[in-house]
């Protein structure tokens, strides 16, 4: 079965900086296009960092240098390094398999971790 747990949030000052990690199971990091998704209050969750199989990553335009995804393929985790945090980045943030993520019945999704970064 698909799982994915994530950790590493909390409250945080603007310009400081938190490490998110998503432990997964049932399938494995290094085969998948993964990526970090963030909902913020009101609004659907988006994908915010995303990492292809052979380790290319991309990022949604306002958080490209500041955000960092990376994976540990021998423990098949996920990684969000986040620096220089803004207000504008509060949120809960998951991670999922990108290409699932677009399907509607896709039903395994963790609880998130939610950051919260005060002005």
């Known amino acids: 079965q698909v799982q994915m747990v994530e950790s590493g949030g909390g409250l945080v000052q603007a310009g400081g900086s938190l490490t998110l990690s998503c432990e997964t199971s049932g399938i494995a990091v290094s085969d998948n296009a993964m990526g970090w998704y963030r909902r913020t209050s009101g609004e659907e969750r988006a994908l915010v960092a995303g990492?292809?199989?052979?380790?290319?990553?991309s990022y949604e335009d306002t958080l490209r240098g500041r955000f960092t995804i990376s994976r540990d393929n021998a423990k098949n985790i996920l990684y969000l390094q986040m620096n220089n945090l803004e207000p504008e980045d509060t949120g809960v943030y998951y991670c999922n398999l990108i290409a699932a993520a677009l399907r509607q019945d896709w039903p395994y999704w963790g609880q998130g971790v939610p950051v919260t970064v005060s002005s």
């Open positions: 990492i292809t199989r052979t380790g290319t990553t």
